[in-house]
């Protein structure tokens, strides 16, 4: 990894797996070969910085960064930490409540999407998405929606029937910010409520909850108090 930069050789090896994971999910041999560690050393720090939930799995066992990590982000209050999930809280309450379903915020980190809000539905049978799970971008609606794809943008929501899991359907619609996707709200929940075509019941919800967001981020954190229209 080349000479130390803090002067705590260690210190800056586990940086340095943290800044490689910021790319998307990694194997442990792709973490020893972008570092050159020798293997053992990089499934240590690996491991280690997964003790203290710094780094997480992901479904297929690579390494990602952890929801520990989201909470840090939010204390130092950084765009896509503090601002966005105060300002997409409420909104997401209301969502949750209003459609009776399972709601969620997500953000891209690589080639996986983050979640930064995750509320279940008050129904025994629901989707639960753990906060700073990384999930894979090529299934789900919220992936569909942070991946910019023009079609998506353009109908301003899209909708996922049993893509990333068996028996669950989601809508998502983007947050902008300076026409640009930050992040994905999404609502997800079983089929049996939300039917195969859940953009029929969720579209206007999702959007609304998206709008709302956005205009959250616009104003000063004092006087927010976003609501859906």
């Known amino acids: 990894m080349g000479e130390s930069v803090s002067g705590v050789g260690v210190l800056d090896k586990a940086v340095g797996i943290l800044c490689l994971l910021e790319a998307g999910p990694q194997s442990l041999q792709d973490l020893a070969g972008a570092t050159s560690l020798p293997r053992a050393t990089a499934h240590r720090l690996a491991t280690a910085l997964e003790r203290h939930r710094l780094v997480g799995r992901d479904e297929t066992g690579r390494f990602v960064l952890g929801p520990a990590l989201v909470r840090l982000g939010r204390a130092a209050g950084g765009r896509i930490g503090h601002s966005l999930v105060d300002a997409a809280g409420p909104v997401l309450t209301e ?32 989707t639960i998405v753990a906060l700073g799970a990384a999930l894979p971008m090529d299934k789900g ?30 809508v998502s619609a983007p947050v902008l ?37 956005e205009a959250a981020l616009a104003e000063p954190p004092a006087t927010r108090n976003p609501t859906l229209r």
Do not use: N
């Open 95 to 126: 969502l949750r409540d209003r459609t009776g379903e399972s709601a969620q915020l997500y953000v891209r980190s690589g080639d996986t999407r983050v979640c930064l809000v995750s509320l279940e539905s008050p129904h025994s049978l629901r």
């Open 141 to 170: 609606s919220a992936a569909k929606v942070l991946a910019g794809r023009a079609e998506v943008l353009q109908r301003g929501w899209a909708q996922s029937v049993e893509e990333r899991e068996r028996g669950v359907a989601s």
């Open 177 to 213: 910010v300076d026409g640009q996707v930050i992040a994905a709200v999404s609502v997800s929940g079983p089929i049996e409520r939300t039917t195969r075509q859940p953009g029929r019941l969720y579209s206007s919800a999702v959007i609304a909850a998206a709008r709302a967001v």
